[in-house]
């Protein structure tokens, strides 16, 4: 896995230094693409965490790190790694947050990260474009 050379959307800064929530968040992703049997809660952990990102600028706080992880972690225990298509909920959202955020960290394969995260590739590539878009996911 490479990492992508714009990194800035994920906390590392001019310098090179990664904040504490994007050290997760990478971390997160790197087991989602790697794990034999969590995939799903690693994407939404890492889902969960970008999100959070976006409503409130945690950015180098280890406390907010910790905090952020904590909530997510907790709130992600419950959930069955198995997939739940109908209706979408909101886990469902956080993996298809993280598997997005994977694809363009990483530069992983769409069809890689879509099987890993028990996604519809389709569904997958109408993020990514509309991420390269600027739109909102």
Do not use: N
């Not at 714009?6 to 050290?23: P, Q």
């Not at 997760?24 to 999100?51: H, K, N, P």
């Not at 955020?101 to 109408?126: E, I, K, M, N």
């Amino acid at each position: 896995m490479t990492r992508d050379t714009d990194a800035t959307a994920d906390g590392v800064g001019a310098d090179g230094d990664a904040d504490a929530l994007a050290a997760v968040v990478d971390s997160a992703l790197e087991r989602a693409l790697l794990d034999e049997t969590d995939s799903r809660r690693y994407f939404a952990l890492a889902g969960a965490i970008v999100r959070a990102r976006e409503d409130a600028d945690a950015a180098s706080d280890p406390l907010a790190a910790a905090l952020v992880c904590t909530a997510a972690v907790s709130a992600l225990e419950s959930v069955p790694p198995e997939p739940t298509w109908s209706p979408p909920d909101a886990r469902t959202e956080l993996v298809a947050a993280g598997a997005v955020r994977a694809t363009r960290r990483f530069d992983a394969d769409p069809d890689h990260v879509a099987a890993r995260a028990g996604l519809p590739l389709s569904d997958l590539r109408a993020r990514l474009e509309k991420e390269r878009r600027g739109d909102q996911l």
